[in-house]
């Protein structure tokens, strides 16, 4: 019986997590497995912390907004631990008229979507924003959103869930899914099997080759996230950044250091089996992009890179969805590397999931079947 429970979770990054608190605070028995011997050990604790609603697919949006609304204003309280939460605003910034034409077009399908992100001057930006170089001709500034700091939350959902009985097994790793009856009920690793009434896959992008066990492909790619932290700085803004090229994204943290992730276009080849490391190329191209932007930054020391995996999804949305084939199973994946500002959202809806007695929000949109022929 050790190895039995209401619901096993495969993966212990931020939406693992944060399902099995929400389940355990409903009373059920849970086992969350991690084939890493660290937990969070991916993109949930390597990423830029965005909690944002602004730039987001419209199906994800609802999502975004509801989290925003409901969970995290008050979640260091519930959790017990401070997770540096800040709501000041998101800023995306163009230098261009081409810039400023993504940035109309999103801000208009966020207004389509009552939601409010609007188009501001780069004059009304530096008033946001003093530190803003002159380059910035306009921006998007959407005045809800705000970021948090993933390490802690992570950590925070994992404490908090142990706290009320959820056992997590780390270095575990999952070989396999299998049904008894037709049903979904045990996962098998490398040493044991472990059985449930449901099963909960949130395994980043290894997702799909544990969902294939069951013959269920959910079509995405892994893709590095590469960022970077400075040294502390005097405190100079807590907005969250990004831009319409897309260069680079971040934010002040509550410590004084800066958190920018971004890309270089290049792909390096990994040469560490499948680890998750920087390349020397894009730090200095991310360092580049930051200072066209904010030149007072120019002589802020790097003091650490890092590199996570994203789950990117073919059409860059998750998939949060039962599966009429396998009854049982609850895939939770996909998140395209914006699944930390929806994760309180997405672990509440999956504890709803497991219940069994409808959701709070539609989820029809990430169902797992939408990339199928329509005959």
Known sequence: MRNCADVI???????????????????????????????????????????????RDKRELPLAMYGIKNLWPNLSEELGVDIEYYKRGNLRLGKTQEHMK??????????????????????????????????VIGASWCPTDGHANPLK?????????????VRFITGEEVVSIKKINGKARQVVTKENIYEGDNIIL???????????????????NRVLLEALVTEAQPPMFYQMLGTAAADFYGHQTKHGSFVFGGSSGYEAFNKDNGTPTTSSITAPCICRGIMKYFPSLENAKIVRTWAGWIDDCKDHVPVLSYVEEVPGLILACGFCGHGFGISPTVGMLLSEMVEGKGTTLDINAFRYDRFKAKI
Not at 106 to 122: F, V
Request: charged share 25%.
């Open 202 to 220: 949130a395994a980043g992008y290894d997702s799909r080759k544990i969902a294939a066990a069951v013959g269920i492909d959910i079509p995405m």
């Open 153 to 165: 939350t992570t950590l925070a959902y994992y404490r908090k869930a142990r706290q009320l009985g």
């Open 102 to 135: 993504v940035l109309e077009n999103l801000a208009k399908r966020a207004s389509e979507c009552n939601l409010d992100m609007r188009m501001i001057s780069g004059d009304e930006a530096r008033k946001i924003n003093p530190y803003l170089s002159e380059e």
């Open 9 to 55: 979770i495969i993966g212990s990054g931020v939406i693992g997590n944060a399902a099995a608190y929400y389940l355990s605070k409903k009373g059920y028995s849970i086992i969350v497995l991690d084939k890493s011997e660290n937990i969070g050990d991916g993109g949930s604790t390597r990423n830029g912390g965005g909690v944002r609603q602004s730039g």
